[in-house]
């Protein structure tokens, strides 16, 4: 599946038809460096960058590219600035999740009449390459959605960017597009942000996770997960859960100072070659006990893959009823205990790894410990 391929049937009933994920655009404390880290660590190229040279006052923003994902990465020039204010509260995290759609007045329109808080009223950018329509709404914590329309456009990226030619263009690593992208909210805010998904914006609830699928013997978390009607862009929504000792959800709550993204979730085809390029590039991964393969195919399965490049990368693996999926996590890019990546390769399977949840929070539990944040 392609999220940005453009669908050709629409639901009828799908007031808010999104053709996929347009960009990411992460509010960071130096755009220069971490476009530099995205660039050599996990293969982006370089595409359009905005700042002083084109007019900016307040920012620069740093446009990045790899198949079909664009990540933007914003710093603010002055300390007066919302950007600012955003990078002194949470750290490095996601600003913008937009979406890309075909009329981006409607999206504004049907959004807000369902109860969507407006962030950027309807706004028609133009320059020589012609047009983009744009309007966001507010999601949980500080993020928002940008809806982006850009059928009547052909620049590099929007009008306001200039294209960003470098000297310095590492290899990419076969990273594709956005699969998921995942909130933490706080403490019963769970099933308020799935009905803000459901009411305002008409995803539906395609996979619940309770604190029973979802715990160790110390902490624990719930989950649903929130598609639009193609399936193209999927947002899961997780909460903390009582456990013993503190959960990773109330790690990132308690070090993001709030709500916000925790991690996004990109798609590859060779998921063995992709993240033995990114290790090599330095991209650091949690790691799951060796024992964790023992048993690997009693558990999922028959799969095409050798398990021992598996097991040497710590590529985790798990199945549903329409195939399996190969998976792995990054350790939060930032200092701050807070976002990271996941890298993922789907063969069939369109769920999220429910039977590596408990491996999994185990390897997150040992880096808390390590913090002293369990
Ligand atoms: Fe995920």
């Not at 503190?246 to 993001?256: A, H, M």
């Amino acid at each position: 599946m392609d999220t940005l391929e453009v669908t050709t049937k629409q639901s009828t009933t799908d007031f808010l038809p999104l053709n996929g994920t347009d960009y990411v655009e992460l509010y960071v404390g130096n755009a220069k460096q971490a476009a530099h880290f995205y660039k050599t660590a996990f293969g982006f190229q370089s595409l359009a960058y905005a700042g002083p040279e084109t007019g900016l006052k307040d920012r620069s923003s740093y446009v990045l590219v790899q198949n079909k994902m664009r990540l933007v990465l914003t710093s603010p020039l002055h300390s007066d600035s919302p950007i600012a204010e955003h990078h002194k509260k949470h750290g490095d995290g996601v600003k913008v999740l937009a979406l890309w759609v075909d009329d981006a007045y409607d999206a504004f329109e049907q959004t807000t009449k369902r109860g969507g808080k407006p962030y950027m009223q309807p706004t028609t950018l133009t320059d020589a390459h012609g047009e983009v329509r744009m309007s966001g709404i507010h999601t949980y914590g500080e993020v928002v959605h940008l809806f982006i329309e850009r059928k009547n456009y052909n620049g590099v990226f929007m009008p306001g960017f200039k294209a960003w030619k470098s000297e310095y263009n590492p290899e990419p690593t076969g990273l594709l597009y956005v699969d998921h992208c995942v909130g933490n909210v706080g403490w019963n805010q769970m099933n308020p942000w799935v009905n803000f998904y459901e009411n305002v914006m008409g995803f539906k609830n395609i996979l619940s996770f309770d604190d029973k699928d979802i715990s160790t013997e110390y902490s624990a978390l719930m989950s649903k997960v929130m598609s639009n009607g193609n399936g193209y862009v999927k947002f899961p929504i997780n909460e903390p859960a009582e456990g013993k000792k503190k959960s990773q959800v109330e790690e990132y709550l308690e070090f993001y100072e709030g709500e916000g993204t925790q991690h996004i979730a990109i798609a590859t085809k060779d998921i063995v070659s992709t993240v033995r390029q990114l290790m090599a590039r330095g991209v650091e991964f949690l790691k799951v006990p060796s024992t964790y393969y023992d048993d690997l195919l009693d558990r999922v399965g028959p799969i095409e893959e050798d398990i021992e490049p598996l097991k040497e990368l710590g590529i985790l693996v798990d199945r549903d009823d329409e195939g399996y999926l190969l998976q792995l996590f990054t350790k939060p890019v930032e200092d701050r205990p807070t976002m990271f990546y996941e890298i993922i390769q789907r063969k069939g399977a369109k769920s999220f790894g429910k039977g590596n949840f408990k491996a999994l929070f185990e390897a997150i539990e040992r880096e808390q410990e390590l913090r002293g944040n369990l």
